[in-house]
């Protein structure tokens, strides 16, 4: 008998990066009572990750539940960014309704038609709630039409079109239903969730059934599955049978040893969950993302969407330069391996392969974003290895044509950039499909383009952008080889000998280019020290000293006018990486390096090809 627990609702916070979802989840726990009155709280309190507060954006989705008015409300804040997709995707099963988040001034985004997209797909009842309606340039009206005008693109149902309307401003805790009066609270978002979010139904006479829709790892008690009750009643201790919709020789017999449910930011430990709970399972090994925990008299497996494909791939592998060794903990092809694998527990969009060597693996993710937090948690953790460049995983159709990944690029621009932006994408084979103005001087630049010639752009951007552009991306589809594209236009300095870079041999190499070092640091032969002006690499000495006679001392090195390095972030790196170079990535140091270290063997491998 299909009943509805009514004092119940899972609801799910959908938006583009950086729209305000986690910050409209501190609004909700702030004001339902979750944390005492004189308790300090740090802003996006839900972004527990040191990376994730770091850079501002929500990598991994997590559960959280507030009581209003004897109601629990159970929250999943998702991530906003294109390259964390996966993790929009699973949640989405574990909830009855979405709040979708879009900015007041910037509108729908590539990510707002993406998680709305899916959503629909699971046929999700929707609250818009327009943020940041007290942001200078907020235009709400307008936002309005082009969220209608996006619902009407997915081929919303009447009741979809119909949805409510919430305009709130996270940050200031409020929220309203009416534009022309400002709101005191976020009560008008709370009634809004209770009136319109249905409650979760099921059978709680029938057989035990529960999708994992999340994982989540713990070194002392191993995975934990998350998911939603969809019938029966879950107990500590019952004995249950595994099932899997897309693999069906899946069938374990296991036994749920700690049950959770969700209350503020705690995990709180309960002997029972009804139909509609979302909750925690601890005990079981090898649980993935996809499986069904069902009771053994009628073992059914939900129905669960395949996670989209990844799209860029990354050689990671022991680091054996002339420095290796000397800064990580963690440095051997076995450590890196257990590593990445451990990974594949709680990041489904991940795929991790052996190589034909053991010395390294290929690594593949939605995203240079995806790969290089990856790379920057593994460097925070101790290790050290090295990484190539970023290549695009090719398919082939029927003919054995080759196909590649195409990306939606969505560029917002000030008027006198535009020309800049679409020169640059135009050799990287970009297509412009749509230039519209929005507010202010401001163009929106719509292009396709393939994911290959992202690569390494995102720098470019901001110099040619002087830091005023903003560009989003998203996967569009696979479609036929567009032509080969030319990278990077400059080749690199390379110092051609061990030693400490001293002030002498820098000022004599930086008239060749921009340097990347400072006097005083370590480097080898093949070390790449900085970028060329010119489009060829040159070897130069930045160990030389000056000789020393009667008549020069060594403080005259004093005089010498050193212009400042380029540090370059993880992302930078990455993105300047080539084809025949590698990243050297430890926990102290990022340094840029050719594949083959000796000059000559270097010169033999380039006259080959």
């Known amino acids: 008998m299909i009943q509805k627990r009514e004092n119940v609702r899972n609801v799910a916070i959908i938006a583009h990066v950086d729209h305000g979802k986690t910050t409209l989840v501190d609004g909700l726990l702030k004001q339902s009572g979750v944390f005492r009155e004189n308790q300090a709280v740090q802003e996006r309190v839900m972004d527990s990750n040191d990376l994730e507060r770091e850079r501002g954006i929500t990598i991994l989705s997590k559960n959280t539940a507030v009581y209003y008015k004897g109601t629990k409300i159970n929250i999943v804040d998702t991530p906003g960014h294109a390259d964390f997709g996966g993790e ?9 309704g979405v709040i979708l ?12 038609r993406f998680v709305l997209s899916k959503a629909m797909a699971l046929d999700l009842p929707v609250i ?71 409650a979760p139904e099921g059978d709680p006479e029938a057989g035990t059934q529960m999708l994992i829709s999340t994982i989540d790892y713990n070194e002392y008690v191993g995975r934990i599955g998350v998911g939603k009750v969809d019938n029966g009643i ?12 897309h693999n069906p020789d899946v069938r374990r017999k296991v036994k749920v040893s700690k049950l959770y449910e969700f209350e503020g930011l705690r995990r709180v430990e309960v002997q029972e969950a009804e139909i509609g709970s979302i909750v925690a399972i601890s005990g079981i090994d090898d649980l993935h993302i996809g499986d069904t ?20 791939s990354m050689t990671f592998s022991v680091n054996d330069s002339p420095l290796a060794g000397k800064d990580g903990k963690y440095v051997t092809s076995r450590h890196i391996r257990d590593r990445l694998y451990r ?15 053991t010395e390294s693996f290929k690594v593949s993710g939605r995203g240079e974003l995806h790969l290089s937090v990856l790379i920057e948690t593994m460097r925070r953790e101790g290790y050290e290895f090295s990484v190539s460049k970023a290549e695009v995983i090719y398919r082939y159709d029927e003919n054995g044509k080759r196909l590649e990944p195409i990306e939606e690029c969505i560029i917002d621009v000030p008027e006198e950039f535009a020309g800049n932006v679409i020169q640059k994408l135009g050799e990287r084979r970009g297509e412009l499909i749509n230039m519209t103005s929005i507010q202010g001087d401001y163009t929106r630049l ?37 032509g080969d594209i030319s990278y990077r236009k400059q080749g690199s300095l390379i110092a051609f000998e061990a030693g400490t870079a001293v002030a002498y041999g820098i000022f004599g190499a930086q008239e060749r280019g921009q340097m990347f070092i400072s006097p005083g640091e370590e ?51 990455i993105e300047y990486v080539d084809t025949d170079e590698l990243l050297e990535v430890t926990p102290h140091h990022l340094r840029l390096r050719k594949k083959i270290l000796d000059a000559r063997l270097r010169k033999r491998a380039s006259q080959k090809n």
């Open 128 to 198: 818009v709630c327009i943020n940041k309606i007290d942001r200078p340039g907020a235009r709400p009206t307008q936002v309005i039409d082009e969220v209608l005008e996006l619902l009407m693109d997915l081929g919303a149902s009447d009741e979809q079109i119909d949805c409510p309307f919430v305009f709130a401003s996270a940050k200031s805790g409020i929220a309203t239903l009416d534009l022309g009066s400002p709101g005191a609270s976020m009560k008008p978002l709370f009634e809004t969730i209770i009136d319109y979010i249905p």
């Open 101 to 112: 988040v879009v900015d007041a001034f910037e509108g729908p985004m590539p990510q707002t």
């Open 234 to 245: 879950l107990r500590t201790g019952q004995e249950c049978i595994i099932v899997n919709h």
């Open 293 to 312: 925990l069902c009771s053994p008299e009628k073992p059914e497996a939900i129905p669960f969407q395949k996670i989209s494909e990844p799209t860029i």
């Open 523 to 573: 480097v080898y032969a093949g070390m790449i020290v900085g970028q060329s002006s010119k489009a060829v690499d040159i070897d130069v000495n930045v160990c030389k000293t000056k000789h020393l006679t009667n008549t020069r001392s060594s403080s005259a090195d004093e005089a010498l006018r050193l212009v400042p390095p380029k540090i370059m972030s993880l992302e930078q790196a």
């Open 88 to 96: 929009v995707e699973r949640v989405l099963k574990m909830v009855n």
């Open 343 to 357: 990974e594949l527990n709680t990041d489904v969009s991940l795929r991790v392969e052996d190589t034909d060597t």
């Open 446 to 482: 719509t292009f396709m383009i393939p994911s290959r010639g992202l690569i390494g752009y995102r720098g470019d951007f901001m110099t040619d952008t002087k830091g005023n552009g903003i560009m989003n991306t998203i996967f569009h589809s696979y479609a036929p080889y567009k």
